[in-house]
C-alpha cells in the first residue's frame, strides 16, 4: 500500500540553525500537509498546500516557517531559526482531494527534531 | 474553541480483556469524529470514523458511537490483543473551524497489553 515517506527520522539541530523537513507524499494526492506534536502534548495542525501555494495555516505557522513542493514528488518544511521550543514530533500528511469522509489524510511516521 | 479530550493514559491491560478509551470533545459545529492509531515506529493511522450522531465506527474489532448528547466518541473493543499495543489519538474536524484537513487531536492514550 502506498504510504506517505518522511525523512529524517531524528534530526538534531542547534538553536538558531535552519532545518529542512522532508516528504513524500503518495503519488496521486494533492494535498499535504505538516502538523507537529511537543512531546507529551496534542497533535496540532500547522499548515495545508495546495496547488503550490498554502490553503491554510495556524497561528503557529510565522514567519520562521515555510513550505515548498520543489519538484514533482517531495514536500518540505522549512523552519529558517531554530528555537528550543521547536522540537517536536513533526508529521506530514497527504489526501487525495481536500481531505472529507471519504479522503482521509495519510500521515508519515514523523521527524523527532531537537534542538539543543 | 474546538478540542477534544482523551483519558490519560498509560492503559496497561491483559490480552483478551476488555477495552475503553474514553473521548469527548467540544465543538461549535457538527463535527466528524476519528480514531487514529500509531504502532510503535510507525505513522498515524486512521482506525474508524463517524460524521453523524449515533454513528457507529468500527474497524478490526474496534467500535465507537457518536453521542451528541454526551459529546463522546469512546473507543471500545471487546478482547485485546498484545498486537494492539499502540497510542489511539481521538480527533474531530469541524467545517466551521476550517474543514475536514484541519484535525484536532487529543493528546493520545497509551495502550499496553501484556500476555
Known amino acids: 500500500e502506498p504510504e506517505v515517506t518522511q525523512t529524517p527520522s531524528h534530526q538534531v539541530t542547534q538553536m538558531g540553525q535552519e532545518v529542512i523537513l522532508r516528504c513524500v507524499p503518495i503519488s496521486n494526492h494533492l494535498y499535504f500537509y505538516w502538523y507537529r506534536q511537543i512531546l507529551g502534548q496534542k497533535v496540532e495542525f500547522l499548515v495545508s498546500?495546495?496547488?503550490?501555494?498554502?490553503?491554510?495555516k495556524s497561528e503557529i505557522f510565522d514567519d520562521q516557517f515555510s513550505v515548498e513542493r520543489p519538484d514533482g514528488s517531495n514536500f518540505t518544511l522549512k523552519i529558517r531559526s531554530t528555537k528550543l521550543e521547536d522540537s517536536a514530533m513533526y508529521f506530514c500528511?497527504?489526501?487525495?482531494?481536500?481531505?472529507?469522509?471519504?479522503?482521509?489524510?495519510?500521515f508519515g511516521n514523523g521527524t523527532r527534531l531537537t534542538v539543543t | 474553541g474546538n478540542s477534544v479530550t482523551q483519558m490519560e493514559g498509560p492503559v496497561t491491560l491483559s490480552e483478551e480483556a476488555f477495552l475503553t478509551i474514553n473521548c469527548t470533545y467540544t465543538a461549535t459545529g457538527y463535527p466528524s469524529l476519528f480514531w487514529y492509531v500509531q504502532y510503535p515506529g510507525e505513522g498515524l493511522q486512521l482506525l474508524l470514523k463517524a460524521t453523524k450522531a449515533d454513528d457507529k465506527g468500527s474497524n478490526k474489532g474496534f467500535e465507537a458511537t457518536y453521542r451528541k448528547e454526551t459529546t463522546s466518541f469512546h473507543l471500545e473493543k471487546g478482547s485485546v490483543q498484545v498486537s494492539d499495543s499502540a497510542v489511539y489519538f481521538c480527533a474531530l474536524s469541524d467545517r466551521e473551524s476550517g474543514g475536514y484537513n484541519k484535525l484536532i487531536f487529543g493528546a493520545g492514550t497509551r495502550l499496553a497489553v501484556h500476555p
Open positions: 498546500f495546495y496547488n503550490n501555494e498554502i490553503s491554510e
Open positions: 500528511a497527504s489526501s487525495e482531494r481536500k481531505a472529507n469522509y471519504n479522503s482521509p489524510l495519510h
